[in-house]
């Protein structure tokens, strides 16, 4: 009897030592876990914006304006400097044809050529490109040219026909100044009409015994011409790029008139030649000079 009351309390308190630490272990975790669970279902809901789903779809868009205005703003001047150029203006090619007569490494030897040259009817130009070389007569015309060289080798038999190539550029320009070289164009084209009937000219001159008086009037109706394409020239209001362009051709123009003039007050045929060699190779040097 006595072994059983003492195994009864034995088992008792084996219980109660087990409850004590079960108990112990689960209150916390049951403290734990309603503590998250009001705190889930009541504090979290108040502490959120009621507004908050509408900035959420208004914010992206609002943003997304800033930022292109942003963009727009922040483009570095390069880029509008180079958005000024919006197209080119192309300067015309053109081919034509020289007898040289020689090639020197001096200008002194070229020049002392040339002087040769206008004694015997020819008004020399003198041409520095890999050297110097003398040049008798051009024209836009190779066959032009072709009975002049025949007469030329009897004094100077190495001359030849020589070709020169005026390739075509373009030229930028700035878009205030697209009316403006409408206008320059225009006048350009003019301006190498004027060479082709000139050279037109220079060769019935060589083939044919043409008169004084009639060598006079053929060069003041170039003249009169070339003058009229300078007024427009100056006449037309130009940004600065554009501007020297124009102030470039007016340069070749005025050449020209300078050696028309002298063939004009001759009424020679030579005269008359020297003029067209002045205007071709300078109007070479112009579009080479304006790359």
Do not use: W
Not at 20 to 28: E, G, H, R, Y
Not at 166 to 194: C, H, M, V, W
């Amino acid at each position: 009897m006595r072994i059983t009351r003492r195994k009864l309390k034995q088992e008792y308190k084996s219980k109660s030592v087990g409850l004590t630490v079960a108990f112990t272990i689960l209150l916390p975790m049951l403290s734990i876990y309603l503590g998250y669970t009001a705190f889930k279902l009541f504090i979290v809901p108040g502490m959120q914006p009621k507004e908050q789903p509408q900035q959420s779809s208004v914010m992206p868009s609002e943003q997304a304006v800033v930022e292109t205005q942003n963009s727009s703003e922040a483009i570095p001047d390069e880029e509008v400097s180079e958005e000024a150029f919006v197209t080119t203006f192309e300067l015309e090619g053109l081919n034509f044809y020289s007898i040289q007569t020689g090639k020197f490494t001096t200008t002194e030897n070229a020049e002392t050529m040339k002087t040769e040259l206008n004694r015997k009817g020819y008004q020399g130009y003198v041409y520095q490109n890999d050297g110097y070389k003398v040049i008798a007569i051009s024209s836009l015309s190779r066959t032009g040219i072709e009975v002049e060289l025949q007469k030329i080798r009897k004094a100077y038999p190495d001359a030849y026909i020589t070709s020169i190539n005026i390739p075509a550029q373009q030229i930028k320009y700035e878009k205030d100044d697209g009316k403006n070289t409408l206008s320059i164009e225009t006048q350009r084209d003019k301006f190498i009409d004027i060479l082709l009937e000139m050279s037109e000219h220079g060769d019935q001159m060589l083939k044919e015994n043409v008169d004084a008086e009639r060598i006079r009037t053929i060069a003041n109706e170039n003249i009169t011409a070339l003058e009229s394409i300078k007024n427009e020239l100056n006449n037309i209001s130009t940004t600065s790029s554009v501007g020297e362009l124009t102030q470039k051709l007016i340069k070749v123009i005025d050449v020209g008139l300078i050696h028309l003039n002298e063939a004009k007050q001759s009424g020679s045929n030579f005269d008359y030649q020297g003029a067209l060699n002045e205007i071709l190779y300078e109007y070479l040097a112009f579009t080479m000079n304006s790359k």
